[in-house]
């Protein structure tokens, strides 16, 4: 039996919803803090003010991964997230 979500991938009626979850994501229950050199997802004026360190970093890759061919963008956009991993910056 397969149940259907609205705009997701049917999925295993079998399967409970946690158990398709990230299984590495670390469980606490201390708040999350956001840092300068974290990069927040989300839509709005107060995300985009909190990404400046990430903006600073796609201004580098910009024309590079404008000009990759289609297989190449991949990796521009994966050295990018590297280098944001680098300087000790999460994607929350």
Do not use: C, M
């Not at 397969?2 to 990230?22: D, E, G, I, M, Q």
């Not at 839509?43 to 796609?58: D, L, P, S, Y």
Request: glycine share 6%; aromatic share 8%; hydrophobic share 30%.
């Amino acid at each position: 039996k397969v149940v259907h979500f609205s705009s997701k991938p049917a999925v295993p009626a079998t399967k409970h919803r946690s158990t398709l979850s990230n299984s590495n994501a670390k469980s606490t229950d201390a708040p999350i803090t956001p840092t300068d050199v974290d990069v927040l997802f989300g839509r709005g004026g107060n995300i985009n003010a909190h990404n400046t360190k990430f903006r600073e970093q796609v201004r580098k890759y910009v024309d590079r991964y404008q000009q990759a061919a289609r297989d190449e963008k991949t990796i521009v956009s994966t050295e990018l997230v590297n280098t944001v991993k680098g300087y000790g910056g999460r994607f929350l």
